[in-house]
């Protein structure tokens, strides 16, 4: 039977516009979860954006008086309103994309501006105001230990209940579920954006391995088979402001379909390697 | 099969491998996808023209009338250029997905090597991500 295996995105050691067919078993190994942290950590906050000129603004001051000095990146994911001048005017970076290429590519825009620009440890946040700033700390502090690579920001372990459609919640308990049960360690908030990278995992992110559209318990599940550790903190979340979800109408259905899929296919993947 | 049918048939695999190649030679069409019809025109016309080959295709298929053959192996032709194009567009798809991310970050240094140039030389500021 033929091996399947990962197209794996080498930023240092070869052109980017050029990938390597790497097998399962070297993923792990590619991406050495052991590799030290600059001293002190180059950390980066990285935030999507589309279309949030209302409240990127908040987001930002919110950020910058709890973490002041801490650099930011947006990622202006070609939006038609004024995100990026709000964004400049509030001393930050920008990347605007051409166009609008959905959350994960913009997500993943900023992993790949942290290679390159060898920031060892990578929070990244909503633009919509959901995340309270005050939790990147505890982000922060929890990634630099040595027992994990990623750490999430669970909205389900805070003492605050979040509130959500009961749709939403049935999907987020049942892929929370399915990645728990294959990861062998409770996964309560596989949807969160709100996480914290360190290191190799920020290399894996910005490699061809993520999910382009939308990052979920899939990616958490593949970080896991590739030997990261994956850990859940709680945090606070607000609602968004101005409530349209991702996963609304059609793209429901797609959301549920593409997440069986690639959970699938990532089985399947593991199962080569044996 | 019945000479009508046989005669369309005929004609419209003439023409499809015809304007195929009249494609390629404007260059309209590049030789890489040409490929997929030119190989689907040339097998029908092959099964269109050639009794024995559609007879003993039939039997291969067990389709009782040679029409069926025909729209079986039509159908099946066309499923293997549309999943040909299904690859080729999800990896032009991820191409154009890498290119638009290092377009944003290249402009993104580019604005910043032009603000340097253009800084007065006394004005030694730099951004927040420079200074980390």
């Not at chain 1, 990146?73 to 609008?100: F, M, Q, R, W």
């Not at chain 2, 019809?37 to 269109?48: P, Q």
Request: a neutral charge; proline letters at 5%.
């Amino acid at each position: 039977m033929k091996t399947l295996s990962y197209q794996t995105f080498k930023p240092q050691a070869q052109p980017q516009n050029e990938s390597v067919v790497i097998q399962m078993d070297d993923v792990a190994e590619t991406f050495s979860s052991q590799e030290p942290l600059t001293n002190p950590p180059k950390t980066l906050i990285i935030i999507p954006a589309y279309n949030e000129e209302k409240n990127i603004g908040a987001v930002l001051e919110g950020i910058q008086k709890i973490s002041p000095g801490l650099p930011i990146l947006v990622i202006n994911d070609g939006s038609s309103d004024n995100t990026e001048k709000v964004v400049l005017e509030h001393n930050a970076e920008v990347i605007s994309l051409p166009y609008n290429s959905g959350y994960g590519i913009a997500l993943q825009t900023g992993f790949l501006y942290a290679v390159k620009n060898n920031f060892s440890i990578v929070v990244q946040m909503d633009s919509d105001g959901q995340h309270d700033p005050a939790n990147i700390k505890d982000l922060i502090e929890e990634v630099k230990k040595d027992s994990c690579d990623v750490v999430i920001g669970s909205r389900f372990l805070s003492k605050d209940s979040y509130k959500s459609s009961l749709a939403r919640h049935a999907g987020m308990l049942l892929f929370g579920s399915i990645a728990s049960l294959l990861c062998g360690q409770k996964v309560t908030d596989p949807t969160s954006g709100f996480q914290a990278l360190k290191g190799s995992a920020i290399q894996f992110a910005a490699s061809d391995n993520y999910p382009p559209d939308y990052p979920d318990a899939d990616f958490i599940i593949l970080m896991n088979r590739c030997g990261f550790r994956v850990k859940e903190i709680p945090v606070t979340m607000h609602a968004s402001p101005v409530k349209e979800s991702m996963h609304h109408g059609h793209k429901t259905i797609y959301y549920v379909f593409k997440m069986f899929l690639s959970i699938f296919v990532t089985l399947l993947r593991k199962s080569s390697k044996r | 099969m019945p000479p009508r049918i046989q005669i369309i048939s005929i004609l419209i695999c003439i023409f499809l491998v015809a304007y195929v190649f009249e494609l390629v030679r404007r260059k309209h069409l590049s030789e890489e996808y040409s490929m997929g019809w030119l190989v689907t025109g040339t097998l029908m016309l092959i099964l269109s023209v050639s009794d024995d080959a559609i007879r003993w295709v039939s039997g291969l298929v067990g389709a009782t009338l040679f029409t069926s053959t025909l729209f079986f192996f039509g159908l099946l032709f066309l499923m293997i250029i549309c999943l040909h194009f299904s690859i080729r567009i999800s990896a032009l798809t991820q191409q154009v997905r890498t290119l638009t991310q290092h377009v944003g970050i290249l402009d993104h240094e580019k604005k910043i090597l032009e603000k340097k140039i253009h800084q007065p030389p006394w004005q030694t500021g730099t951004s927040n991500l420079e200074q980390i």
